[in-house]
């Protein structure tokens, strides 16, 4: 896979680089500067016309999706073929074994990625569940379950928790 900046889009028709900058305008040479050049269209609006109630409910908590990789240390065997074949092919010599080495250690890295969504909770909410498990006999700062707070927890969870405590 090749990377490729934003500002590396290649010539245009006149032969030329073109980049993200080429989108922004210049202020003329009459001294006008970019906030002249750049109009707001923004809808004016009046206080009592927002509906601060309608703003809240539309927001959502922050959600982020990651990739969790369970063979972190065969990436430490990537990074030394990475510098074989990058001294390697400086050096003019054949480093096609090297590279079929780190093609499998890579491929083995990223076969381990098991995806995850992460939610964001604010503190209002981690206050009101840490109390929904203390009322349920659960302690909210065990690192484990035990098998009697199992039971506590609603069916669902609790099929998840075993499952989780299984591997």
Not at 11 to 34: H, K, N, Q, Y
Not at 91 to 102: F, H, N
Not at 104 to 115: P, W
């Amino acid at each position: 896979m090749s990377e490729q900046s934003l500002t590396d889009a290649g010539p245009d028709e006149e032969g030329r680089e073109v980049s993200l900058a080429d989108a922004t305008p210049e202020p003329d040479d009459d001294g006008d500067d970019l906030d002249e050049l750049i109009e707001d269209a923004t809808e004016d609006m009046a206080e009592d016309d927002f509906d601060f109630g309608a703003f809240v409910d539309g927001v959502r908590p922050t959600r982020r999706a990651v990739v969790l990789y369970q063979h972190n240390d065969v990436r430490a065997e990537v990074d030394i073929l990475s510098e074989k074949v990058r001294v390697g092919k400086m050096a003019g010599e054949d480093v096609s074994e090297y590279e079929t080495l780190l093609q499998q250690a890579a491929e083995h890295v990223l076969s381990s990625g098991r995806k995850v969504i992460v939610e964001a909770r604010g503190s209002d909410w981690q206050q009101q569940f840490r109390k929904d498990m203390k009322a349920r006999g659960i302690d909210p700062y065990a690192k484990k379950f035990r098998a009697d707070q199992l039971e506590k927890l609603p069916e669902a969870k609790r099929e998840k928790r075993l499952a989780e405590h299984r591997d």
